[in-house]
């Protein structure tokens, strides 16, 4: 599911968006690629700064890295 919102830029963004045009990409391209961009950052910043949650992401990896082992292991 898609929904529109609507987004202010000052003079610093509309000259960042416009960086982000230049390579080839569209304007919702170029918003959704920062939003997503961002959120992985505040993921790690996360991560970094709380050692549980990093212990737990790790712990979550393995597991489902262990899955991937288990199910997708080519027939010998």
Known sequence: ???AITVWLDD???QALALLRSTGLGES???CKAII???AHTNVQTL???PYA???ALDK???LVAEILATQRPPR
């Open 12 to 14: 610093e963004e509309e």
């Open 61 to 63: 990896s393995h597991d």
């Open 1 to 3: 599911m898609s929904r």
């Open 54 to 56: 990093l212990e737990l």
């Open 37 to 39: 961009e961002a959120a």
């Open 48 to 50: 970094i700064s709380d």
């Open 29 to 31: 391209e170029a918003v």
